[in-house]
C-alpha cells in the first residue's frame, strides 16, 4: 500500500476515538485526568524546570498508554470471551495490576521530582 498523507491523518481520527472510548468506558481514566492536571497544575505553579518536566511528561505518558493498552484488552477478552472465564478473568488482573505498577511508578516519579519545588516553596 502507498503512503498517504490522508490516510495518516485518518489514523489520527482513529486514535482519538480510542481515546474517547477510554474516557467514556473506564473510571480510572477520569482519576488519570485528574492526577494529570493536578501534576500539571503543581508544575506550573512550581515553575518545574524543562528537565524536570520531561521526567513528569514521561511518567503521565507511561500511565496513559498503560491504561490504554488495558482497556484495547480488556475490550478483546471481553469479545472473545463474553462468559466469565477463569483465565480471562486472570489475564484481566494482571493486565489491571501493569497499569497499578505504572501509576505507582509515576506517582514517585512525581513525589521525587516535585518534592524539592514543594520544599524551595515552602520556604519562601
Same mark, same amino acid.
Given at each position: 500500500?502507498?503512503?498517504?498523507?490522508?490516510?495518516?491523518?485518518?489514523?489520527?481520527?482513529?486514535?482519538?476515538?480510542?481515546?474517547?472510548?477510554?474516557?467514556?468506558?473506564?473510571?480510572?481514566?477520569?482519576?488519570?485526568?485528574?492526577?494529570?492536571?493536578?501534576?500539571?497544575?503543581?508544575?506550573?505553579?512550581?515553575?518545574?524546570?524543562?528537565?524536570?518536566?520531561?521526567?513528569?511528561? =514521561? *511518567?503521565?505518558? #507511561?500511565?496513559? &498508554?498503560?491504561? +490504554?493498552?488495558?482497556?484495547?484488552?480488556?475490550? @478483546?477478552?471481553?469479545? !472473545?470471551?463474553?462468559?466469565?472465564?477463569?483465565?480471562?478473568?486472570?489475564?484481566?488482573?494482571?493486565? =489491571? *495490576?501493569?497499569? #497499578?505498577?505504572? &501509576?505507582?511508578? +509515576?506517582?514517585?516519579?512525581?513525589?521525587?521530582? @516535585?518534592?524539592?519545588? !514543594?520544599?524551595?516553596?515552602?520556604?519562601?
Amino acid at each position: 500500500m502507498k503512503f498517504s498523507v490522508a490516510a495518516r491523518l485518518k489514523s489520527f481520527t482513529h486514535a482519538f476515538a480510542g481515546v474517547a472510548h477510554m474516557l467514556r468506558t473506564q473510571h480510572n481514566a477520569w482519576v488519570h485526568i485528574l492526577a494529570t492536571l493536578a501534576v500539571i497544575v503543581a508544575g506550573l505553579v512550581l515553575r518545574v524546570s524543562a528537565d524536570d518536566w520531561r521526567w513528569l511528561i =514521561a *511518567a503521565m505518558a #507511561l500511565v496513559w &498508554a498503560a491504561e +490504554a493498552i488495558n482497556t484495547a484488552f480488556e475490550h @478483546l477478552c471481553d469479545v !472473545v470471551q463474553p462468559e466469565f472465564h477463569s483465565s480471562v478473568k486472570q489475564s484481566k488482573d494482571i493486565a =489491571a *495490576a501493569a497499569v #497499578l505498577i505504572c &501509576a505507582s511508578a +509515576a506517582a514517585l516519579i512525581g513525589v521525587l521530582t @516535585l518534592w524539592p519545588y !514543594v520544599e524551595r516553596y515552602s520556604a519562601a
